[in-house]
């Protein structure tokens, strides 16, 4: 056991045993570790990581705290990659596979949510507001796999977007005004083109008193609204609790007197119930995944067909038309920054 080890251990006997705070019990340990250490210790570095270890995340704690990273991801024990504006890096350290679980199992804890032989994949956020998604084994060929979407503009403005160079002018005039009129907007583009952050900022626009109902796989987003009400799938349990699923949230959040419908990503047969509800007078908000404006379009007039084998071409493309005003489709510039590409009104021509 190394020294880092025995002064975690003999903190949280401390802490157990004696009801002293983390902060307290770690210096002990640390001056216990220094009076019978034959060499002289790094007491500051051992307080860092002890703490890290204890109150955070360990060895990710310092890229969670780096605002210029996007994302992370491990692969396999003895390494950590991440992602920020200059690209993909790799970092090689001391990490493993029993730290690597302990790591989830700590992550998980915060949304309650388990993994395990049973389910063997997860959804989840982190206290901050970031994604995290972990596959094990036998999903995986051999090791836990967990990736971590970090939460870093949770009250971005579509003025700070025009300001950064992600939206013109006109683009930031049009968005407002519809968001402030009750039109339906549908927001595309790729992984990490900033869909998520492009609808934090739509919704920062809506007026104050409007009541917004959204519906998440995994919480992500954060509004200022006063009148908001945040709901999330929930995966069926071991313990025999029912999977709670997305289609399910679209159908409570109807009963709800919802002024705005905010979908956080649509992928699957919980198209057909959100077409219903914004053909049914009630504005929305959503995100898919896709390489165009028209190519989102093509995609709500397949993904339907999901829910049940009697749906019409002639039944989906007046819904879809009468569903969604504007397609926003974001995309990153060849340096790699977000920016919203197109706005395509959505007419019957385009269907």
């Avoid at 002289?40 to 307080?47: H, K, Q, V």
């Avoid at 109902?213 to 069926?236: G, H």
């Avoid at 999901?306 to 504007?326: H, K, M, Q």
């Amino acid at each position: 056991m190394d020294q880092l080890e025995v002064i975690l251990s003999r903190t949280r006997k401390l802490a157990r045993d004696k009801q002293l705070d983390l902060d307290t019990a770690t210096q002990i340990a640390i001056d216990e570790a220094a009076e019978t250490h034959n060499e002289p210790l790094d007491e500051m570095l051992l307080s860092v990581a002890a703490k890290r270890e204890l109150s955070g995340l360990g060895v990710l704690q310092p890229l969670l705290d780096n605002p210029e990273i996007e994302e992370i991801w491990i692969n396999r024990p003895n390494q950590i990659h991440f992602a920020d504006q200059t690209g993909h890096s790799s970092i090689d350290l001391e990490l493993s596979a029993s730290q690597i679980r302990n790591l989830c199992f700590r992550m998980l804890a915060h949304s309650k949510r388990r993994i395990d032989r049973l389910t063997p994949y997860v959804d989840a956020s982190l206290v901050d507001g970031s994604r995290l998604h972990i596959v094990i084994p036998e999903i995986t060929s051999e090791d836990w796999a967990i990736n971590i979407r970090k939460f870093n503009k949770p009250n971005v403005s579509l003025s700070q977007l025009l300001g950064l160079g992600s939206l013109r002018e006109d683009q930031a005039h049009l968005l407002t005004e519809a968001m402030q009129h009750g039109k339906s907007i549908l927001v595309a583009g790729a992984t990490q083109a900033g869909k998520t952050t492009l609808m934090t900022a739509l919704l920062a626009a809506l007026n104050p008193k409007d009541r917004v109902i959204s519906c998440e796989d995994t919480f992500e987003l954060s509004l200022q609204q006063d009148d908001w009400v945040a709901m999330q799938t929930r995966p069926k349990a071991a313990e025999g609790a029912p999977e709670i699923s997305l289609r399910e949230l679209v159908k409570q959040a109807l009963r709800m007197r919802p002024d705005r419908l905010v979908i956080g990503e649509v992928r699957g047969a919980e198209a057909l119930d959100m077409l219903v509800a914004l053909n049914s007078g009630i504005p929305g908000l959503c995100t898919i995944h896709a390489n165009s404006a028209r190519a989102a379009i093509q995609k709500l007039l397949t993904l339907p067909l999901l829910a049940g084998e009697n749906i019409s071409d002639a039944f989906l493309r007046p819904t879809v038309s009468g569903a969604f005003d504007l397609v926003v489709f974001c995309e990153r510039d060849p340096a790699g920054r977000r920016r919203v590409g197109q706005i395509l009104e959505v007419t019957d021509e385009v269907l």
